[in-house]
């Protein structure tokens, strides 16, 4: 697989296929996927009391870096590593209809590698490491040899990562100019580690696809119904620390009370989920996952209060 995509990268054939259609394009990089690393990136500014008037400029920069760059490479390397699977999920995604070409595929996911590399480097170092990084991750969960998500714990890993974890670090590196403190580095680290149950959630849709193909998804080893439970557990877990460690270390009371209030909430949506994992997982996308995503930004500020 790795010598037949550097045969494609060296052959000029590349640019004389039919190049796709802009909104062919668009639904490669698939914009509704990049919410979660933009929000992520907004805790980030916020934990360090980045988010100002003044800071406007640099954080529509690192929206559209944490967005549309990183993680719209992301889904066009994972669509083109992915063509085959897609063909069984998905067929009418981009490539495996043919509305996108394998090699336009692999060209897109190669050029907005070097994009983000080079956006990353104008921003600063420590922002150029993190999407590095996320760069990385990004092809070795997909190509193989290597392949990380055909591990039901790496996979969804190192998608949690690259969609929390480092996005948030990122945030927060830029208006820290140095490292974060160790209690904003905490906090990301165990949202990413809860957001490891929410992307074993998002394989149950592709698990018929990952049987036959070899991935070893929670859902294909474990069945819906205990992977529900398992992700579920990896969920609430980080979650239950986050309140604790407010709690001592002194935080305003709201800010523990709100997360408690917000992870009841989740238990509730995660009740349908469990009775149900192939019905209702949509209806724990909309609920539950809005609930973890608006206690992120709740210990984002939280930190912010704490720090000042």
């Not at 000029?12 to 062919?24: A, D, H, M, N």
């Not at 639904?27 to 990136?41: Q, R, S």
């Not at 870096?65 to 085959?84: E, F, I, K, Y």
Request: proline share 6%; hydrophobic share 50%.
């Amino acid at each position: 697989m790795v010598r037949s995509s550097l045969e494609l990268i060296r052959s000029s054939e590349i640019f004389y296929t039919k190049p796709p259609s802009f909104s062919s394009l668009i639904e490669l990089i698939k914009p509704v996927t990049w919410f979660p690393p933009m929000w992520a990136f907004l805790c980030g500014a916020v934990s360090t009391g980045g988010f100002k008037d003044e800071n406007l400029l640099l954080i529509m920069a690192g929206l559209f870096l944490s967005g549309p760059l990183v993680c719209g490479m992301s889904q066009a390397v994972n669509d083109w590593c992915d063509r085959h699977v897609d063909a069984i999920n998905q067929p009418e995604r981009p490539i495996p209809s043919g509305r996108v070409s394998e090699k336009w595929g692999l060209g897109i996911g190669i050029f907005m590698s070097l994009i983000s590399l080079a956006f990353a480097y104008s921003i600063g170092n420590l922002v150029f490491i993190a999407t590095l990084v996320g760069v990385l991750c990004a092809w070795i969960y997909s190509i193989e040899p290597v392949r990380l998500k055909k591990s039901a714990f790496f996979g969804p890993g190192i998608v949690a990562i690259c969609y929390e974890g480092l996005p948030w670090f990122t945030g927060a590196a830029i208006f820290s100019i140095t490292i974060p403190s160790n209690n904003v580095l905490i906090i990301l680290a165990l949202y990413a580690l809860g957001a490891h149950g929410i992307m074993t959630l998002n394989d149950f849709k592709a698990s018929k696809g990952d049987r036959i193909s070899g991935v070893n998804s929670l859902p294909v080893i474990l069945g819906h119904k205990l992977a529900a439970y398992v992700a579920c557990t990896i969920i609430i877990v980080p979650q239950i620390i986050v309140i604790f460690l407010f709690i001592y270390w002194g935080s305003h009371a709201g800010v523990s009370n709100i997360l408690m209030l917000l992870l009841a909430s989740q238990l509730l949506s995660m009740i349908a989920l469990i009775r149900n994992p192939e019905k209702n997982t949509p209806f724990f996308n909309m609920t539950g996952v809005l609930l973890y995503i608006i206690g992120m930004m709740v210990s984002a500020n939280g930190l912010f209060l704490m720090a000042g």
